[in-house]
């Protein structure tokens, strides 16, 4: 490898030298560079911070135990952008299973019921803490699939290229889907623009 | 920004106003403690091919093959009744023959009637006890009596094991080969006679043993 001090190479020379080296320190700043925007990412699409730091620290440790399994070709950040991704949907489809629970025992129909989220009260909602949260809320309502590209694009604000290649899908389809996202926030944040 | 982005552009600015959530400041630390606890994770056949799983799993499915084994030989097959010969009748110990009657029998309906009402009592014939060589003799593997009286011929079929035949005595054999020893069964009867038949032996040898002490 050339002479550059780790902290100055790029992303994906640091991960070749960890492969081809196993040198730790630059996994180590490898971790350091993408610790922060994960959780940021992870944390907007769970709304868990627990849970959110977990899939933050399982997404390390398959970039450690599975480097080899990194192409050159593909840059390190949609690499691991991916894999953060597939272990966030994962844990929240894991915590939707356990808050949504069936009571179709007490139904006639065998319906299932979503238990009431009491937390957002409009007459409450007056500080900016409160309005952040009030768009996280809103961010967990729309559909997982569109949060995902939204909170890439206008959150982490990856192009649209960088999140067609996370997502495995064509641009068209990631410029609809962040429409469509966008859309169903607008809806939902309307009484916040209303004011 | 597109036109798109222009729509959207309340909502796009809120996102990206939202404050950014950090890592916990002992990230890194948890991390390499994750990394170095952690063993490297098995593979798919290490998991499915370990001995822990194997083992009860073999012997899940020897004990299955076992009771498989074993079942099998148990089972017994649905009878058909087409293609099993009919239960020999126990109660019926002349299976398979005819009895028929000289004409002086058949001529007197009471006799007759008595046959007919008493079915069983006919099989005596057959019997060691009834069959004495003073009423009958063997000729060609066939009994038939002296006197040109009773006669037995084996049965065609089973449904003609108590009918009465009007020939004459002459023309009635009785087939050894066909007779099914193992169905006879003394009666009471019988076996009074064979006890008398005993007691009669025994006294003949008493009288014979004194009649030599005697002579002696």
């Known amino acids: 490898m050339n002479d550059k001090p780790l902290n100055d190479k790029t992303d994906e020379e640091l991960i070749q030298e960890f492969q081809s080296d196993n040198n730790i320190k630059a996994f180590e700043i490898l971790v350091a560079r993408y610790k922060n925007p994960l959780t940021n990412y992870v944390f907007r699409f769970l709304g868990n911070y627990e849970a959110c730091a977990d899939v933050v620290?399982?997404?390390?440790?398959?970039?450690?135990?599975?480097?080899?399994?990194?192409?050159?070709?593909?840059?390190?950040?949609?690499?691991?952008?991916?894999i953060a991704g597939n272990l966030a949907r994962t844990e929240y489809q894991r915590i939707r299973r356990r808050n949504i629970f069936s009571i179709s025992d007490y139904g006639e129909e065998h319906e299932n019921f979503d238990i009431p989220d009491n937390r957002y009260r409009p007459d409450v909602a007056t500080d900016s803490g409160i309005k952040e949260k009030i768009i996280q809320d809103a961010l967990l309502k729309i559909s997982a699939a569109y949060r995902e590209v939204v909170i890439l694009r206008d959150i982490q604000e990856l192009s649209y290229e960088e999140i067609a290649e996370i997502k495995k899908i064509s641009i068209g389809t990631v410029k609809s889907r962040i429409n469509r996202g966008r859309l169903q926030l607008q809806k939902l944040l309307k009484d916040i623009y209303k004011e | 920004m597109?036109?798109?982005?222009?729509?959207?552009?309340?909502?796009?600015?809120?996102?990206?106003?939202?404050?950014?959530?950090?890592?916990?400041?002992?990230?890194?630390?948890?991390?390499?403690?994750?990394?170095?606890?952690?063993?490297?994770?098995?593979?798919?056949?290490?998991?499915?091919?370990s001995p822990v799983r194997l083992i009860p799993s073999a012997a899940l499915v020897a004990t299955a093959m076992i009771l498989i084994f074993v079942m099998k030989n148990n089972s017994t097959k649905p009878e058909d009744p087409f293609s099993t010969e009919p239960r020999m009748r126990e109660d019926l110990p002349v299976n398979g023959l005819r009895i028929t009657f000289p004409e002086e029998l058949v001529d007197m309906p009471d006799k007759k009637e008595e046959v007919d009402k008493k079915p069983l009592t006919e099989t005596k014939p057959l019997q060691e006890s009834d069959v004495s060589l003073n009423e009958f003799e063997m000729v060609d593997s066939q009994f038939s009596s002296k006197e040109g009286g009773l006669t037995i011929t084996p049965a065609v079929d089973e449904t003609d094991v108590f009918s009465v035949s009007t020939e004459k005595a002459e023309s009635s054999i009785i087939s050894k080969s066909n007779l099914n020893f193992r169905q006879i069964e003394s009666t009471d009867s019988s076996r009074e006679e064979v006890m008398k038949l005993k007691e009669n032996v025994n006294k003949i040898l008493k009288t014979g043993k004194k009649a030599i002490r005697k002579s002696d």
């Open chain 1, 57 to 82: 620290q399982e997404t390390m440790i398959k970039v450690y135990r599975y480097k080899d399994s990194y192409s050159a070709i593909a840059k390190f950040s949609t690499w691991v952008y991916t």
């Open chain 2, 2 to 49: 597109n036109d798109d982005e222009l729509k959207y552009k309340d909502i796009i600015d809120s996102l990206r106003q939202l404050k950014k959530i950090n890592a916990l400041t002992n990230f890194e630390s948890n991390l390499m403690r994750k990394i170095n606890t952690t063993q490297k994770q098995k593979s798919l056949w290490e998991i499915i091919f």
